[in-house]
């Protein structure tokens, strides 16, 4: 049976030198003169041998007669035409093909081509054209280049710009859908920023609160952490998209701590421009959730679902202010790295079983960043009627309940209640009198803790929001006393 070859393929024949115009040209040219040269050769031996019925031996001297005159105007129209054709076409067009290849895209300035003024209008148009177009296609990329700027720069406030670099660039960057990966979430709010707000002109509620999130966006932003979204005064940051990091609940931890500082710096520029100071709790917790591209075709969000949010949510919400509270399995991750104060126990609504969060007050190298409260002023007596609701988020739930505080200072008040007081709750106080013309609004307070088991029982508040004028006259009253 005859074996069946297969022609070779284009791929597995030899390749072909590349060559020049100067080559090509001048090839050409002396292979076609000589080629009309040897016809003429031939034609005129065998007229000559025809017409003249020549010897054998004048054909032959006529011959060489006519090859030395044949090697005489080839060397000459070779010399001419060389020189000639490299004036006029090959070097123009080997000095286009060298300003294409040194073209430089970042300056387009130093692109021109030098040409000689007698050169062929065909040439110069190439040029001109060359000019053209080049001009066309650079100003085609920088406005390309210009709105990818303007897309990034434009989104990045909206996004992280980590994460519009990977929306635009990657090919499934806008398909709906997610992955799932550990992530540690930092939820951080503002205490008692709604009832501020209240109080004041919206405009300057809302030069605050954008001096804050300044501020805070820039800490975050050092720490490599992607800002969610902000939700009014609280800030939802994720720490390990787009890509998953083995630091991120230590990064996570030294960013809140980070942000405690700088909002005590910012407080201090705050009241010295005749605004009041801000209190912000951190709650963190660290593990699956499923991020990506949310919603519809219609409609998209790029963020996180999972129950680690709301469980950092809720760390977050047993907070006071200037507290950092770390849920118990970020706290497995960074244990060896922070200090922490005894945990907190706490069975919340929704949740199976107790909340164990840590207050974290300090994280060791590299960061090295420490930030504890403040230790509070001493306790003064003082004793003031109130009555005492209680809250759960922004609405009231039960009360009222007619109590007395026992002891205050600027930040804490010792009160006696007739009823039990779950610590960690959320309570709202309003003292029942007023004084020099001057009654009392709503001060928000959490419940950290009892003094005593008597009766009635002493509970200790953390003050979480007080109007200015309350403080003040209340700063007075401690002073005097």
């Known amino acids: ?89 090959i070097r123009p067009m080997e000095a286009i093909s060298e300003g294409n290849r040194r073209l430089d895209v970042a300056h387009p300035e130093v692109d021109n081509v030098p040409l000689d003024e007698d050169v062929a209008v065909e040439i110069r148009e190439i040029v001109s054209t060359r000019g053209k177009m080049l001009e066309a296609i650079l100003n085609v990329s920088n406005q390309r280049l210009q709105l990818v700027n303007f897309i990034k720069d434009t989104f990045g406030r909206y996004l992280s710009r980590k994460i519009v670099d990977e929306i635009l660039e990657s090919p499934d960057g806008r398909r709906i859908g997610g992955r799932r990966q550990t992530v540690t979430v930092l939820m951080s709010d503002l205490r008692g920023f709604s009832d501020l707000s209240d109080s004041r002109d919206p405009e300057e509620m809302v030069r605050i609160l954008n001096r804050y999130l300044e501020a805070m966006t820039q800490v975050i932003q050092r720490y490599d952490g992607v800002i ?3 939700i009014g005064d609280a800030i939802l940051t994720v720490f390990g998209i787009p890509e998953e990091k083995a630091d991120d609940p230590t990064r996570a931890v030294a960013c809140a701590l980070a942000m405690q500082q700088t909002l005590a710096g910012l407080n201090q520029a705050l009241v010295a421009d005749g605004l009041p100071p801000l209190e912000m709790g951190i709650g963190i917790n660290t593990g699956p959730v499923v991020v990506g591209n949310l919603g519809s075709e219609a409609r998209t969000k790029y963020g996180i679902v999972g129950a680690v949010v709301n469980v950092a949510s809720r760390i977050e919400s047993n907070t006071v202010g200037g507290q950092v509270l770390v849920g118990e399995a970020t706290y497995a991750r960074v244990s060896a790295q922070v200090t922490a104060e005894s945990p907190m126990t706490v069975m919340m609504k929704g949740l199976k079983r107790p909340l164990v969060c840590y207050p974290v007050t300090a994280i060791g190298g590299p960061y090295n960043i420490r930030f504890a409260l403040k230790p509070p002023d001493p306790l003064v007596e003082i004793r003031l009627p109130f009555e005492l609701w209680h809250m759960d988020g922004k609405k009231v739930v039960a009360g009222p309940i007619v109590g007395e505080t026992h002891q205050l200072n600027a930040s804490t008040f010792i009160v006696h209640v007739p009823e039990s007081l779950a610590a960690l709750t959320n309570v709202k106080l309003l003292f029942t009198f007023c004084e020099e013309a001057h009654c009392f609004s709503d001060v928000y307070a959490k419940v950290i803790g009892m003094e005593n088991n008597g009766q009635p029982p002493v509970y200790r508040l953390h003050i979480t929001y007080m109007d200015q004028q309350d403080r003040a006259l209340l700063d007075r009253w401690i002073r005097a006393a």
Do not use: C
């Open 228 to 230: 969610d979204e902000f």
């Open 1 to 89: 049976m005859p074996m069946k070859t297969e022609a070779p393929t284009p791929q597995s024949e030899t390749p072909t030198k590349d060559k020049g115009i100067r080559e090509i040209l001048l090839a050409g040219v002396f292979w076609r003169i000589l080629v009309i040269e040897m016809v003429l050769l031939v034609w005129s031996v065998v007229y000559k041998m025809a017409s003249e019925n020549a010897s054998g031996e004048d054909l032959m001297w006529y011959a060489l007669r006519i090859i030395l005159l044949v090697v005489v105007i080839l060397l000459f129209m070779m010399v001419t035409l060389r020189r000639f054709l490299e004036r006029k076409i």
